[in-house]
């Protein structure tokens, strides 16, 4: 099993930085990669960034590009997601996820509760 626990989120007003963290506890194998989705009411739970735990390889929605970035602290067991330039649209809950094979999330990976980031 996995634990993930996110915090960070909060109000900001557009062209701010928020600074998400995870907190990751339980089984390291099932934490190959680490992933940042969102999900605002009415749309589809969508992947904003991806890191692989051994490598640090990176990849982002091309909505985020050049704007966010996360990052890994191994031995801290956290994942970040620095947000640069917030948009109105960026608004949404946003959640950890922890991925055991490849970087899309399938039904046996863990999920956190999520942090709500509103853009206003």
């Known amino acids: 099993h996995v634990q993930l626990v996110e915090s960070g989120g909060g109000s900001v007003q557009a062209g701010g930085s928020l600074r998400l963290s995870c907190a990751a506890s339980g089984d390291t194998y099932r934490r190959n990669c680490m992933g940042w989705f969102r999900q605002s009411p009415g749309k589809e739970r969508e992947k904003v960034a991806s890191i692989y735990t051994d490598s640090s390889s990176t990849d982002y929605a091309g909505s985020v590009k050049g704007r966010f970035a996360i990052s890994s602290d191994n031995p801290k067991n956290m994942v970040f997601l620095q947000m640069y330039s917030l948009k109105s649209e960026d608004t949404a809950l946003y959640y950890c996820?922890?991925?055991?094979?490849?970087?899309?999330?399938?039904?046996?990976?863990?999920w956190g509760q999520g942090t709500q980031v509103t853009v206003s």
């Open positions: 996820v922890a991925v055991a094979r490849g970087d899309v999330p399938g039904n046996d990976d863990y």
